[in-house]
């Protein structure tokens, strides 16, 4: 049974930092294109960033030169560093496969930017 756990999140103030990591289990972690994705109240799920097996990775506008996505084999985790967030990041941030599986999704983080 595959399982993606997501922690890390928190309330936050704009320009402070977060590091939201996702562990998962029942896949073959290394060789699996990972992603970040997030939802925001009244909008659709939105991919944030990415990272093939080999370690490259791709981010969205909104989040390219803040975040940064890493992941750790040998952990079975990715991990994701948020800095400089801004109002506009408050969302429930969930991590899955890229492309992603609907059997995937877990339970997802939540992450409130506000003053």
């Known amino acids: 049974q595959v399982q993606l756990v997501e922690s890390g999140g928190g309330l936050v103030q704009p320009g402070g930092s977060l590091r939201l990591s996702c562990a998962a289990s029942?896949?073959?972690?290394?060789?699996?294109?990972l992603g970040w994705y997030r939802q925001a109240p009244g909008k659709q799920r939105e991919l944030v960033a990415s990272?093939?097996?080999?370690?490259?990775?791709n981010y969205a506008d909104s989040v390219k030169g803040r975040f940064t996505l890493s992941r750790d084999n040998d952990k079975n985790t990715v991990y994701l560093q948020m800095n400089s967030l801004k109002p506009e990041d408050t969302a429930t941030y969930y991590c899955?496969?890229?492309?992603?599986?609907?059997?995937?999704w877990g339970q997802g983080t939540q992450v409130t930017v506000s003053s």
């Open positions: 899955n496969t890229y492309p992603s599986r609907s059997a995937y």
């Open positions: 029942g896949i073959m972690f290394r060789i699996y294109g």
């Open positions: 990272i093939t097996s080999a370690g490259s990775t």
